[in-house]
């Protein structure tokens, strides 16, 4: 089992940047994929992005050309670039991971809050 802690949040203006990042407590060389989720108050968590091991990007409609999922295998780290951030970005947002393809996204981590507001 992996523990993973996010951080990175915080207060950005509309139109801002933050990156956040994702800690596991290990190697996640061979973890098949690793996600970023956001979950905002009164909706469903929802996909953001995620990458695969070996490097497969996949991206929410809503996020594509804006924000950009990376991973560091010799850090164990996952990131999450977000630019030209807008309010309907505010949520809760969550890494984790998936062992296979057919696999569901699990280990998640306690989440780090970002909110888009001027």
């Known amino acids: 089992q992996v523990q993973l802690v996010e951080s990175g949040g915080g207060l950005v203006q509309p139109g801002g940047s933050l990156r956040l990042s994702c800690a596991a407590s290990?190697?996640?060389?061979?973890?098949?994929?690793m996600g970023w989720f956001r979950q905002a108050p009164g909706k469903e968590r929802e996909l953001v992005a995620d990458i695969t091991r070996a490097d497969t990007t996949n991206y929410a409609d809503s996020v594509k050309g804006r924000f950009t999922i990376s991973r560091d295998n010799a850090k164990n780290m996952v990131y999450l670039q977000m630019n030209s951030l807008k309010p309907d970005d505010t949520a809760v947002y969550y890494c984790a991971t998936k062992a296979s393809p057919t696999g569901v996204y699990g280990n998640w981590g306690q989440g780090t809050q970002v909110t888009v507001s001027s």
């Open positions: 290990r190697s996640i060389f061979l973890i098949y994929a």
